[in-house]
């Protein structure tokens, strides 16, 4: 069967252009989700765009941490249990996701929002740096652990990083390598990221 639409509607054509942008799916799962649409009640359909209007409206970045969150300060940096002396350095929210699912981190987070990369002209001042030095600055943490993918731009970004932090006299840590070279966190699963945590080891 075929399974070009095109033909049928405009707007469907224009959905399924839609869902094929998305990540992972080619043009041929794109129809199939567009016509399972279609196929739904109107209500569903409503939730549906309704949740995407949301997401995109409601969440923003943590003004502490920049992990995402609906309200003026996340979930994580307001939780008293949490060791705020200890803070993990990220590159995205979706790390810190990842490494939440672990269930072995209690401490804070810090999403720098990428890595240095001189290529693609992204210099400190584009990353959550300064922020984070800001947040080491009263005294309160007493080490911060760089999870940061181990590419060449993400350990040029670790070493910066434990230059700005050594100024500040906290401790700089990394994860383990247990983690293969060159993968990234998002291709890790949560025992071996959990057990890289735990193996962290001092940066000098
Ligand atoms: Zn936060």
Known sequence: MSLDVSKFSPSLER????IAKLPGLGRKSAARLALHILRQPDEDARELAQAILDVKSKIHLCRICS???????????VDMRRDHTLICVV????????LERTGSFRGLYHVLGGVLSPLDGISPDDLRIAELVERVKDGTVREVILAINPTTD???????????????????????????????????????????????????
Do not use: W
């Not at 959905?15 to 839609?18: C, G, K």
């Open 91 to 98: 590159e995205t929210p979706s790390d810190v996701l990842r």
């Open 15 to 18: 959905l399924v252009e839609r």
């Open 67 to 77: 992990n995402f969150t609906e309200e003026e300060t996340c979930s994580i940096c």
């Open 154 to 204: 993400g350990d040029t970004t670790s070493l910066y990083l434990l230059r700005v932090l050594k100024e500040r006299n906290v401790m700089v840590s990394r994860i383990a390598r247990g983690i293969p070279i060159g993968a990234e966190l998002e291709h890790v699963d949560e025992v071996t990221l959990a057990s890289a945590l735990e193996a962290r080891t001092k940066m000098q």
